[in-house]
């Protein structure tokens, strides 16, 4: 008589295996998604810092300065126009490049502060910036003459 071998079939095999290498990829999946959160939530804060630095300055220094929003160059550029040509410290690049956000507008976008108030003039027909993200879309809003802006999800 032929003795028969106990053990698991190739089916029960590959379920285990599929069944294992689901409960090891869901938290990795969940990370990824956290990971985007925050990165979008630290670009925003860091966008918002680099405006109010910005705008800062022009009241406290009595110098102009502007940011400009550039989708061609996908990036935002903060310069102050000291009115001297040379480079100022607080001229700085934000690239877009590998960022979980990208700007949305179709055209080169610039919003000036003024020197000494820190009011707004915007140099371009729209005054709200529109941003994609993973999260969904979001706009940067200056609310005109007041300096203010705000950030927000549509």
């Known amino acids: 008589m032929i003795e028969q071998e106990e053990g698991f079939t190739l089916i029960e095999t590959l379920i285990t295996l599929f069944i294992t290498s689901f409960l090891i990829l869901l938290p990795s999946l969940s990370i990824s998604q ?18 109010t630095l910005i705008q800062n300055h022009a009241i406290l220094v009595n110098e102009t300065t502007r940011v400009e929003f550039s989708p061609t ?10 009115g001297y040509g040379v480079v100022h410290p607080l001229d ?16 080169f976008q610039t919003v000036e502060f003024k020197k000494t108030t820190g009011n707004i003039a915007i140099l371009t027909d729209s005054w709200r910036i529109k941003f994609s993200t993973n999260k969904g879309l979001y706009e940067l809003v200056f609310k005109l003459g007041s300096g203010r802006f705000d950030i927000r999800k549509i």
């Not at 160059?73 to 000291?82: G, L, S, T, W």
């Not at 934000?94 to 960022?99: A, E, H, V």
Request: proline share 2%.
């Open 73 to 82: 160059r996908n990036c935002i550029r903060f310069k102050v126009n000291n």
């Open 34 to 51: 956290m990971v985007d959160a925050i990165e979008t939530d630290l670009f925003f804060r860091e966008l918002s810092s680099q405006i």
């Open 92 to 107: 700085d690049e934000i690239s877009l490049d590998g960022s979980p956000c990208k700007l949305s507008t179709e055209k």
